[in-house]
C-alpha cells in the first residue's frame, strides 16, 4: 500500500476494530450479569463471580483506550498524529495508556492467585508465583520511562521500556509453565479430574505460546528498532527537550500525517496490540480460566 489511500484504508478498520471491540465489551458484561460467571455451566458457579466482575472491570480501561487509540493513532516521539484534537495529544495518549497497561498484568496475576489457575500442593497456602508479581512491577517500571520518552523525545527510554516489555513476555512464559507443571503434579496425585480443568491448562499454554512471540518480537524487533534510532539521534546531534518543556509540546504539537510512509513502520504493532490484545482480554473474562 502507498500514499493517503493505504493510510486511510489501513484506518478505516481500526475505527471498525475499535468500535467492534467497544461492542463486544458492552455486550460481554451484561452476559457476565447475566449469567453470573461464565459460560452456562460453568465449573465452580456462583464461587467465580467476585473473580469473573474483576476480571472485567480490569479490562474496561484496556478496551476503552485501545478503542481511542484506535481511532485517533499516534507515534508518540515524532508527534506523528492522526487528527489536529487534543484528543490526539500524545502525551493524553500515553499517560492514558500506562494505566491501561498496569491493568493487563494484573488481570493475569490474578487469574493465578487464589488458587484460581494453579492448585497448590497438598495442604500449602495459595500463592502468586513471583513471575506473575515481576510482570506487574515490570510494567509498572516501564510506565514512566515510556512517558519520559514521549516527553523529551528521548529514545534511550524507548530502547529500555523495550527489554522491560520483553521481561514481561519472559514472566509470563514463566507463569505459564508453573501453571502447568502444577496441574501436571494435580493429575499424577489424582486431584484433578481429567478434561479443560475449567480452562486452566488452555490459559497456561497461551501463555507460554503468546509470551515467547511477544519476547522474540521485543527482542528482534521492538528493542533494535529503537536502539536504532537513538544511534541516528545521536549522530544528527539531536536536542532532547527538558522535562516541563516536555510536556507542554507533547501536549501541543501534533503533527498530522495520514499518509501510508508515515505509519508504515507502526501499523503492525498497533493493529495487533488493538485486536488480539483485546480479543485475549474478552476471551479470559468469558472462560473465567481456573483450577477445578
Avoid at 506523528?80 to 493524553?92: D, R, S
Avoid at 509453565?177 to 503434579?185: D, F, G, H, K, S
Avoid at 475449567?198 to 511477544?214: I, K, P
Wanted: glycine share 10%.
Amino acid at each position: 500500500m502507498a500514499g493517503t489511500a493505504g493510510a486511510a484504508a489501513w484506518h478505516a478498520g481500526m475505527c471498525a476494530l475499535g468500535a467492534l471491540n467497544l461492542a463486544a465489551y458492552a455486550a460481554l458484561a451484561r452476559r457476565v450479569r447475566a449469567r453470573g460467571a461464565g459460560p452456562a455451566g460453568a465449573p465452580g458457579g456462583g464461587a467465580l463471580v467476585p473473580y469473573q466482575r474483576t476480571l472485567l472491570a480490569l479490562c474496561g480501561p484496556w478496551v476503552a483506550v485501545c478503542a481511542w487509540r484506535s481511532f485517533l493513532p499516534s507515534i508518540y516521539v515524532s508527534r506523528v498524529v492522526w487528527a489536529p484534537t487534543v484528543l490526539n495529544a500524545v502525551l493524553l495518549h500515553r499517560t492514558a495508556a500506562s494505566f491501561a497497561e498496569v491493568c493487563g498484568p494484573m488481570c493475569l496475576m490474578l487469574a493465578v492467585c487464589a488458587g484460581h489457575c494453579m492448585p497448590p500442593a497438598p495442604g500449602a497456602a495459595s500463592r502468586v508465583p513471583l513471575s506473575a508479581l515481576g510482570a506487574v512491577v515490570l510494567t509498572i517500571l516501564a510506565e514512566p520511562l515510556d512517558c519520559l520518552s514521549t516527553i523529551t523525545t528521548d529514545n534511550a527510554f524507548s530502547v529500555i521500556v523495550s527489554y522491560l516489555w520483553a521481561g514481561v513476555g519472559l514472566c509470563n512464559i514463566l507463569t505459564g509453565a508453573q501453571i502447568l507443571v502444577a496441574l501436571r503434579a494435580a493429575r499424577s496425585q489424582g486431584r484433578k479430574p481429567r478434561g479443560s480443568g475449567g480452562g486452566a491448562g488452555v490459559f497456561g499454554t497461551c501463555l507460554v505460546v503468546f509470551g515467547l512471540v511477544y519476547l522474540a518480537y521485543m527482542l528482534l524487533i521492538d528493542g533494535p528498532r529503537y536502539i536504532e534510532e537513538w544511534r541516528e539521534d545521536q549522530a544528527n546531534h539531536k536536542k532532547y527537550f527538558s522535562f516541563w518543556d516536555g510536556v507542554q509540546d507533547s501536549m501541543e504539537t501534533r503533527h498530522v500525517r495520514r499518509t501510508w510512509g508515515d505509519w508504515v513502520n507502526d501499523w503492525f504493532w498497533m493493529t495487533s496490540y488493538f485486536s488480539a490484545g483485546v480479543w485475549g482480554a474478552f476471551l479470559m473474562v468469558w472462560t473465567v480460566p481456573h483450577y477445578k
